[in-house]
């Protein structure tokens, strides 16, 4: 026995409302997914690429390479590379080292006012007149230097017009 097909009470057939609902469902959120797989697509080809992707290479037209300048941070150091400042070693002890007591340098103090001494060979004429002047409490008016071949420094020392050679070199002990 077949089943029996239900006819209508109006006799026509009823309307799809839900088959039409459905249909008109899908076409208002068609919009919306396309413009989120546009975005996933963008989104998936930039994760591929990475975040240098859309750089384009730059053309050479030089055939030498120079490195390009870098940040360099300046040093902010937590300590000091020294513990202690590096001690000067030319002090006005090491500068003179003796003065001179030949008949010819007795001579220079006689004549012309002038002390001689023999000195470091690296000193020069400033640290040597601001060494005597520590050392011996004198004023200075000119120092004339030379190398001996022996490979010392000998420094005439000619004193200001107000100080006497001979009682200086009294003081010092040379005569």
């Known amino acids: 026995m077949a ?4 006819k209508p009470k109006g006799g026509k057939k009823p309307a799809p409302k839900k088959v039409a609902e459905k249909k008109a469902a899908p076409a208002a959120t068609e919009k919306a997914p396309v413009k989120a797989l546009q975005k ?3 989104v998936s080809k930039k994760v591929v ?3 240098h992707g859309t750089r384009v290479k730059k053309v050479r037209t030089s055939v030498k390479f120079y490195r390009p300048r870098t940040f360099r941070p300046t040093r902010a150091p937590k300590y000091p590379k020294k513990s202690t400042p590096k001690r000067n070693k ?10 001179l007591t030949t008949e010819s340098a007795m001579k220079k103090i006689e004549d012309n006012n002038t002390l001689v001494f023999i000195c470091d060979i690296k000193s020069n004429k400033h640290q040597i007149k601001s060494a005597v002047k520590k050392l011996y409490d004198i004023n200075i008016s000119k120092v004339n230097t030379l190398v001996r071949p ?7 020392v000619r004193l200001a017009p107000d100080y006497d050679a001979l009682d ?8």
């Open 3 to 6: 089943p029996k097909e239900e």
């Open 40 to 42: 996933a697509h963008k």
């Open 49 to 51: 690429k990475g975040v």
């Open 90 to 99: 030319m002090d006005a002890y090491n500068i003179i080292k003796h003065p």
């Open 150 to 156: 022996t490979g010392d420094k000998k420094a005439y």
């Open 168 to 175: 200086v070199a009294n003081k010092i002990g040379i005569i």
